[in-house]
């Protein structure tokens, strides 16, 4: 696996740390965050996504909250860009 380090959450303790890397093979992203609470959790089933789709989470996934100060080391998602530019995306991209 090639990942490249993009970032930590700046304000997390030491023993906590969100952190995000990206495969540049592929342009996904791994994520470590905190847990979403079962509330969270519940209220992300009772929003759902797209009609007809599943609002269970399967057991090989898990639903994560990412600070929102980690936004600024997604990818931004620009025509010609694999993913590998650090930054926030523009609204619609």
Sequence with gaps: MVLR???IDPDSPTDESP???LHEETGDLLIQSYRATEAEVDECK??????????????????IRLPAAML???PARREGNDGGEAG?????A
């Design 5 to 7: 380090f993009l970032g």
């Design 46 to 63: 009772e929003v759902g996504s797209v009609p007809g789709h599943s609002t269970d989470v399967p057991g090989h996934e898990t639903i």
């Design 19 to 21: 952190t995000i890397w």
């Design 88 to 92: 926030r995306a523009a609204p619609g």
């Design 72 to 74: 600024d080391y997604l």
